[in-house]
């Protein structure tokens, strides 16, 4: 018997949509091996990914062995579920640089050391896709299906009483995604695939395809899909995805979009997204609520969040841009920090020797970056007082600024009002 019931575990986090009979039992009686699919149309995960991820790491937490699986030769036919149109199709090589971009994420969750008796396993179904010929895949896997049961499934459905249809290719995915199960089954002695509702009819395809080729019992294990309490969908900003990559979102946007959460979805958030037991979590509540202006809960869902997927030092820098954001003093922070909260902010650049001695006038700068339209404009915009040069307010019209205003000898942060801002990076 496991210290740790998976289904439990997952049952007060709310986590549980669907199972297959049998799953407890096969749970309890020892630890056992299950895969979830990650789709590589990109180079990294994004926030959505995190719920599934969890899955996989959860898992193993509790002693049985996790499997990633890439879609390296799914991936490049797409997956229909909870799509309303055809994707773009990735080449191999693509798909390949994806597939590595995400092993290096999973590898913050996941323990892949080889001596660990349940030590986690990645896996790339381009390895038995891409050899399979077409005629030995329509005899093994295909004459284990009916056509009137591969239309029934919901996401087939909703495509085929779409405007555009559906494409063979696509169709065919659900095979392709069983086929998956079954050779993990003969690999790995894999015996379960989780992943959200949408799969729920891919999942038990491969569950039946396992019982008819290997007379074996493989299971099933859905959560919900996660929406937000405003409607709006998970994962995403105003400036896109939030992804785990932090070249594309770097780790103060990543702990501001936690930070952000709306108070109605924080206590589940905290479920699906950290390791927080059942009593911490319920003490960060009773705290929040007695507070909530302080959003401690969403704090403490920010810091514990970004700290896995970013390290203490990505948390570190976040927390001090947030800093420097939110009432610090502009001139006095990191120059690195600066240009990471700053990043989506139009930027220029300056030669760092024109700063030297009396510098160049404010309004040229001004002018320079956009702020704005013509010299005349500039020198009334800073006469009112609506000029800032890092959070420094200039008064007089002949204001100038120089050297020494760049924060680290590397930037500045001019500001027209209480808004609009530009960056201007000191160059040579």
């Known amino acids: 018997m496991l210290r740790v019931n998976f289904l439990e575990e997952l049952r007060w986090r709310g986590l549980i949509h669907d199972v297959t009979e049998g799953l407890e039992q096969a749970l309890t009686a020892g630890p056992i091996t299950a895969y979830i699919g990650f789709d590589p149309t990109a180079s990294s995960l994004h926030a959505g990914s995190l719920l599934t991820i969890m899955g996989l790491a959860r898992l193993q937490r509790c002693g049985h062995r996790p499997i990633a699986l890439v879609g390296g030769g799914t991936g490049l036919i797409g997956d229909p579920s909870g799509k309303s149109q055809e994707r773009n199709l990735l080449t191999i090589e693509q798909t390949a640089e994806n597939a590595e971009g995400i092993r290096r994420q999973l590898e913050r969750f996941l323990d892949f050391s080889p001596g660990l008796s349940n030590a986690a396993l990645m896996r790339n179904n381009i390895d038995w896709l891409r050899p399979v010929g077409f005629l030995d895949f329509l005899r093994d896997v295909g004459k284990h299906f009916t056509v009137n049961a591969m239309m029934a499934k919901e996401s087939v459905k909703r495509r085929i ?45 491969g569950c039946e395809l396992v019982r008819k080729v290997r007379g074996a019992r493989a299971h099933g294990l859905v959560w919900p899909l996660l929406t937000t309490s405003s409607g709006a969908k998970f994962g995403k900003t105003e400036g896109g995805a939030v992804w785990l990559d932090p070249a594309r979102t770097s780790p103060f946007r990543f702990y501001q979009f936690w ?76 120059p690195g920090d600066v240009l990471m909260v700053f990043d989506d902010v139009p930027s220029t650049s300056i030669a760092r020797a024109a700063l030297d001695g009396d510098g160049v006038p404010a309004a040229d700068l001004a ?60 160059e040579g």
């Open 161 to 205: 009483e779409g405007t555009d249809g559906i494409s063979f290719t696509e169709f065919s995915y659900q095979l392709l995604q069983a086929y998956d199960f079954l050779v993990l089954h003969d690999r790995d002695r894999c015996v379960l695939q989780m992943g959200g509702s949408d799969q729920w009819g891919n999942i038990t395809a």
């Open 259 to 334: 930070l952000n959460a709306d108070d109605r979805d924080v206590e589940t958030y905290l479920k699906w997204f950290t390791f927080l037991d059942a009593g911490a979590i319920a003490d960060l509540m009773t705290t929040q609520q007695s507070d909530p202006a302080k959003r401690l809960a969403q704090r403490e869902l920010a810091r514990v969040i970004t700290r896995v997927v970013h390290g203490d030092d990505g948390l570190g820098r976040a927390e001090r841009a947030s800093a420097v954001m939110f009432g610090g003093r502009l001139a006095d922070a990191d």
């Open 367 to 426: 002018v320079q970056s956009g702020l704005s339209a013509s010299k005349s404009e500039a020198n009334r915009l800073i006469k009112q007082g609506g000029f800032y040069v890092n959070d420094r307010r200039l008064a007089e019209g002949d204001a100038r600024v120089i050297a020494s205003d760049l924060i680290g000898g590397r930037v500045l942060v001019l500001r027209k009002g209480q808004r609009e801002r530009r960056v201007v990076r000191a």
